[in-house]
């Protein structure tokens, strides 16, 4: 656990000491707000929730997640330190896992910023703090498959730009499957299995059951497969690099 550790730590200093996790929190905490009161209508709606924030939140992290992502390999190709990682006597799944876990406190700590409008909602009524914090776990473990996936794209290439075009391309496939209007026109043109089984893959979909306070055992293990998934593809490219030596 110690090498764990030790990259976990590099990592997490590393966003700090550069403007992007500065920039990425700073748009977070004004971007989720201002779609929660200006194109949710939180304030509007006469209810003691925080729908508005939650239904705008997967197309948040669709953009957002693949931008703090971007970096965690591209950046180590294109500076040259990821052979010096490679060397090093760190085991290849605690680089990525240390890479995943950094990201995703900071990607915590955004959530966390957001935590104002749930006393927002108590000061003005008496909302179902459970079901908010289910929704907020849910958000959280929406944000860990979407970092994981893009993390692993980011190992793909040495260019932070196209890293962040193809993890957001996927995010976005993985968003827009759950979308009514999608699932409606493959039932029209497909078997209904196929419109079942996008939903099924869709991580909207999932989300949407956890948004609203509920937990299920399927959700769960969507998360932690997409999750575990990101990782494992991120070290199959990272160790094809390796054996290929260059």
């Not at 939140?57 to 693949?66: A, C, K, N």
């Amino acid at each position: 656990m110690t090498p764990l550790w030790a990259v976990y730590r590099r990592e997490l200093a590393a966003y700090f000491e550069t403007p992007l996790a500065w920039v990425f929190l700073t748009a977070f905490s004004i971007a989720a707000p201002s779609f929660a009161w200006h194109v949710g209508g939180l304030f509007e709606s006469g209810r003691a929730d925080l729908t508005p924030l939650f239904d705008y939140l997967p197309w948040l992290l669709m953009v957002l997640m693949p931008a703090l992502a971007m970096r965690a390999w591209a950046e180590e190709r294109e500076t040259g330190t990821l052979e010096m990682l490679l060397a090093a006597p760190i085991p290849l799944w605690a680089a990525a896992l240390a890479k995943f876990l950094a990201a995703w406190t900071i990607a915590a700590l955004a959530l966390a910023l957001t935590f104002p409008l749930w006393m927002a909602v108590n000061y003005l009524g008496n909302p179902d703090n459970a079901a908010i914090a289910t929704a907020y776990f849910g958000g959280l473990l929406l944000a860990g498959g979407y970092l994981a996936i893009s993390q692993a794209l980011s190992g793909t290439t040495s260019n932070q730009v196209v890293a962040f075009v193809l993890a957001m391309g996927v995010c976005l496939v993985l968003t827009a499957a759950g979308l009514p209007l999608v699932l409606d026109a493959v039932a029209s043109r497909l078997p209904g299995v196929f419109a079942e089984a996008m939903a099924g893959l869709s991580a909207l979909s999932r989300f949407d059951s956890l948004r609203r306070g509920v937990i299920s055992l399927a959700d769960l293990i969507y998360f932690i497969s997409l999750i575990a998934t990101g990782l494992a593809l991120a070290m199959a490219l990272i160790d094809t690099r390796r054996g290929g030596g260059r």
